[in-house]
């Protein structure tokens, strides 16, 4: 549709055998290194509502990776100074590269697959951009997502459920980000790139098979143990599209003795 990623961005996707050809960053196997926990650092102190949202989405994050997720304390709004600080439209925005950069990277710990920031303030990348759903590196292990547009946590049931999704839809992405996984071009797949939430609304939560196969190999998951996990925790929230999904895709891949 006019407006949406791929008119604005010409990107060349990356096919699997790119991804595996170009050394990407990926947690340690299991006994064969310390980096496999994935951290999940707040910027700014979140109400409860928002709270909750973070710990349904630090719970799928490790089914979605078969890592452990670590919560880590708040760093303060002070940290940011002035300069990675800007005012557009009466909302104060943050610039995610310096969170990348002189807030994340420095703090990484040494058993860290990666470390992914969250926040309620609204980001934005740098010159050229009005904002930024989140940002993430592709080779320093670290990102940020922002929960700024998402709507109001305390909504009723219905609109929880779309601040979930969207905040599910957002940390997976950047995370993968960090697992140097590129946008995928030629699915519908949660790497797909947004520049509205429109276009974001109207992507999946799942990987496309070619994103797929690349996750399961960086992260060494069994593919219908995950699956299974997914559905069951997509059925809890009353993801229903989704729990269909992640159930039909665990029974494809189920293999029979």
Not at 211 to 223: E, F, N, P, R, V
Request: aromatic share 8%; with cysteine.
């Amino acid at each position: 549709m006019p407006g949406d990623w791929l008119i604005d961005h010409q990107e060349r996707g990356q096919t699997y055998l790119a991804y595996r050809r170009n050394r990407p960053v990926t947690p340690d196997r299991a006994g064969e290194g310390p980096r496999r926990v994935l951290y999940v650092q707040p910027i700014g102190e979140l109400g409860l509502a928002h709270a909750g949202v973070v710990a349904d989405v630090t719970e799928y994050l490790s089914l979605f990776f078969g890592l452990e997720v670590k919560r880590r304390d708040p760093l303060s709004l002070d940290l940011v100074p002035t300069k990675a600080r800007r005012k557009r439209r009466g909302t104060e925005q943050l610039l995610s590269a310096f969170i990348l950069d002189e807030l994340l990277a420095p703090r990484l710990p040494d058993d860290a697959a990666a470390s992914i920031a969250l926040t309620a303030e609204d980001l934005w990348p740098g010159q050229g951009w009005n904002f930024v759903f989140g940002e993430a590196s592709l080779e320093d292990r670290v990102g940020v997502w922002s929960m700024h547009r998402y709507g109001d946590p305390d909504a009723e049931p219905e609109g929880r459920r779309r601040i979930l999704r969207r905040t599910l839809r957002v940390a997976t992405h950047e995370t993968a980000h960090m697992f140097s996984l590129r946008h995928c071009t030629a699915y519908e797949c949660v790497m797909n790139g947004a520049n509205t939430l429109d276009e974001s609304d109207r992507g999946p939560l799942w990987l496309c098979p070619e994103c797929l196969a690349k996750i399961l190999w960086a992260t060494d998951q069994d593919a219908s143990v995950r699956f299974t996990r997914l559905a069951a925790f997509a059925r809890a929230h009353d993801l229903t599209e989704e729990a269909t999904f992640f159930q039909r895709s665990a029974a494809a891949v189920r293999v029979v003795p």
